[in-house]
């Protein structure tokens, strides 16, 4: 995972304010093995939104995965007994330091770590929601391989574009820092905190050469920055990581929709399997054929937080998921 990388991890150590006291564990056996990127959170100021948005807060020492600024932190590996044993190395680490080990970012389709995670006495919820596109050749040439509805709507939102005279390049990451403030351009809008997703942590991560890292930008005939995208090519996977728009070019050059159709495109001519679109805003990528895939959080008190008070936590955490974005119950049947 890009998330999981040595180099992602260096980046959250020197530029992630709130990441403190690296703890991560590896174990290798062979060619089997098994990773848990983790730290032990100082004042995170996103963690640190989680904690109280919810009552039951969590007011606690919390040791975890880091998936905050990206949409995984829990154990990877190949073995799923390596992975138990990283598991338990990392909870007597915990336990040794008074403090609950929560992991952010499980996808629900891992099943085995999902179930080691339980036996070893962590508690499951639904955090959030991340939504995936499965890919084939035919979107190479066509993303849009959508009911015939919904592709006629795209396909004139992409011609306007074109006959505006919008163009997509291919960056590489260190040519984008130019463009930092346009990816945390949903910061003003939104008035968020600009804590939240600092300008210096965008500036690290464009130019830490970080595994897979490109851009996708979108300009306009004057080569004035409408869209961005900041995206990983892993594996059998493309991640649309983080991106912004400036509203002033919504209309004619629809380039956040640009970037959408022109990453689909690009993550299936890599040979990519699926592609992945993070959280929320959610209607847009369901617009394009992504669907919502769990993402899970785990968390262990390890006496530092009564039981019954980290379920009740969890249990609000899913609760108010499913009241901000009720689309995503809709798209999923429930």
């Known amino acids: 995972m890009p998330f999981h990388s040595m180099e992602f991890c260096m980046l959250l150590q020197q530029a992630w304010v709130g990441c403190e006291r690296p703890s991560h564990v590896e174990v290798n056996v062979g060619d089997r093995h098994a990773v848990i990127p983790s730290f032990r959170f100082g004042a995170c100021p996103r963690l640190s939104y989680y904690r109280r948005n919810v009552t039951p807060t969590l007011d606690c020492d919390i040791v975890g995965g880091h998936a905050l600024v990206g949409w995984y932190g829990g154990p990877i590996g190949n073995d799923k007994g390596l992975i138990r044993e990283a598991i338990s190395s990392h909870l007597e680490f915990c336990r040794a330091r008074g403090a609950a080990s929560l992991f952010f970012g499980i996808d629900e389709r891992d ?199 980290a379920a009740a936590w969890l249990a609000a955490q899913e609760h108010r998921h499913a009241m901000l974005y009720p689309e995503v119950g809709l798209q999923s049947g429930l």
């Open 111 to 309: 099943r085995a770590t999902i179930q080691s995670l339980g036996d070893l006495g962590y508690l499951i919820g639904r955090f959030h929601t991340n939504t995936v596109l499965f890919l084939n050749a035919r979107h190479v040439e066509d993303p849009l391989q959508l009911p015939k509805k919904q592709r006629e709507e795209r396909r004139r939102i992409r011609r306007r574009a074109e006959e505006a005279g919008l163009q997509v390049k291919v960056l590489r990451a260190s040519d984008a820092v130019k463009d930092t403030e346009l990816v945390r351009s949903f910061l003003r809008r939104d008035g968020v905190d600009d804590a939240v997703l600092p300008p210096r942590f965008i500036e690290a991560a464009l130019t830490a050469n970080l595994p897979g890292l490109e851009v996708l930008l979108a300009v306009t005939p004057r080569n004035e920055s409408a869209a961005i995208a900041l995206n990983f090519a892993w594996g059998t996977r493309y991640f649309m990581w983080l991106g912004g728009n400036d509203r002033q070019f919504a209309k004619p050059y629809y380039p956040s929709d640009i970037l959408y159709q022109h990453a689909i495109s690009r993550a299936a001519s890599l040979g990519m399997k699926e592609i992945q679109a993070g959280r929320s805003p959610y209607r847009i990528k369901f617009a394009y054929g992504f669907r919502p895939i769990g993402i899970m959080a785990a968390l262990h008190p390890c006496h530092a937080i009564e039981r019954e008070r």
